[in-house]
Structures are given as structure tokens and as C-alpha cells.
């Protein structure tokens, strides 16, 4: 089982439309929680950093983690062409070499 | 933009091969990392450099080496090239003891022919 589980998708939405984008984990030690964003041929973004449970909010995206599920997702409001990338999730421990473990990524497209 | 450089953007290189890959963190960051991410798949820890020591690595064989100097930049180098080396290799800096997470360069991709 891999320690990070992320649909790879593709996920193609209408513009304006809600996304929602979602992983699962297996190590309760993980404590730190972030999802980047990867246009094609970057480097991955930071778009959400998020610590304990529960939601974070920054613009039209939300961070939402459980982790007594062991779940983490974005929610992404008034989707814009602009959003069309890839969505890596990761998650890391506290101390130690602070390794960030991914998720595949899902790519997603939104059309005008 | 994050700050993090790296060059070159893009290299090919013959199986057996040697190359070296070169990383500028951001500044007051004393802490670097690498990353390898092949086409598809999410970034795969290589090691972390922390005041110019390894201080932690993934599953990557010893033919995967890497240096980190005072001056913020660091280098990683990969012997014997394989065909299967072909990806985006991506370093990322942080500061090491804080909660801040790592702040990604543009990444090499180096192409295995």
C-alpha cells in the first residue's frame, strides 16, 4: 500500500464549477498536510499548508483535513481556466529529515 | 516565484553517463533537498542536505550523490546513467526546525537516451 493514495484522474469540469480533490494516507504520523500546484514542465507551488485537523481557507480554495480518516482535500470554488494544472498532495512527519511524500497528483482541466 | 533556481532547464545524456544537476535555495534557507519525478507520477524523495551533511535519503542507490555548500547552492550527481533516470529532477529548500514546508525550483529534466 502506497503511504499517499491520490486519483490521478483526469478531472475536467466546466468553468465555475466546484472541484473537489481528495487523498487518503496511511501513516497517522504524518502531522503536516499541503497541497501544490504543477503546471506542465514547472516546478510544484505551494498553494495550502495545513497542520491539525479541520479547514483552511485561502481565497477559493479550502483545505479540509481528518485525520481521524485519514483524509485530506481541496476544494476549489469558481473553478477559472487558469486552475488547469496538476494537484499534488503531500503530507510529513514532524522532526526527522522532514521528507515531504506525495501523491501521484491529479491533473485537472477546467474549460471555458 | 519561490526564490529556488536551478539549471540547466533541460539535458539528454547517453546510458552510462555521468551528470550533474545544480540548485540555488532561497536565501537564509539552510536545508535542501531533492526530489526525482517521473512523467505521471508525484516527486520521490532522493536525500536532504542539512548544514552540507545527508541527513536522511530515500530509495535511491549510492550512484545518486549529492553536495551542499555555504553559500546556499547545492549539486546532485548521478553515475552511470540508466534509461529509467529519465525525469524531472526537482530541488526544494527549506529551514530545517521550523514548520514552514519546502519551496520548489522549476526542476532539470534530463532525458536518458
Known amino acids: 500500500q502506497k503511504e499517499v493514495e491520490q486519483d490521478p484522474g483526469p478531472l475536467s469540469v466546466p468553468e465555475g464549477a466546484i472541484v473537489s480533490l481528495n487523498c487518503t494516507y496511511s501513516n497517522s504520523a504524518f502531522q503536516y498536510f499541503m497541497w501544490y500546484r504543477q503546471y506542465s514542465r514547472k516546478g510544484p507551488e505551494l498553494l495550502m499548508y495545513t497542520y491539525s485537523s479541520g479547514n483552511k481557507e485561502d481565497g477559493r480554495f479550502t483545505a479540509q483535513v481528518d485525520k481521524s480518516s485519514k483524509y485530506i482535500s481541496l476544494f476549489i470554488r469558481d473553478s477559472q481556466p487558469s486552475d488547469s494544472a496538476t494537484y499534488l498532495c503531500a503530507t510529513r512527519t514532524q522532526g526527522g529529515s522532514e521528507k515531504l511524500v506525495f501523491g501521484k497528483g491529479t491533473k485537472l482541466t477546467v474549460n471555458p | 516565484e519561490t526564490g529556488v533556481t536551478q539549471s540547466p532547464t533541460h539535458l539528454i545524456k547517453t546510458r552510462g553517463q555521468q551528470v550533474t544537476l545544480r540548485c540555488s535555495s532561497q536565501?537564509?534557507?539552510?536545508?535542501v533537498s531533492w526530489y526525482q519525478q517521473a512523467l505521471g507520477q508525484g516527486p520521490q524523495f532522493i536525500f536532504q542536505y542539512y548544514r552540507e551533511e545527508e541527513n536522511g535519503r530515500g530509495n535511491f542507490p549510492p550512484r545518486f550523490s549529492g553536495l551542499q555548500f555555504p553559500n546556499y547552492s547545492s549539486e546532485l550527481n548521478v553515475n552511470a546513467l540508466e534509461l529509467d533516470d529519465s525525469a524531472l529532477y526537482l530541488c526544494a529548500s527549506s529551514w530545517t526546525g521550523s514548520t514552514d514546508t519546502q519551496y520548489f525550483g522549476p526542476g532539470t529534466r534530463l532525458t536518458v537516451l
Open positions: 536565501s537564509g534557507h539552510n536545508t
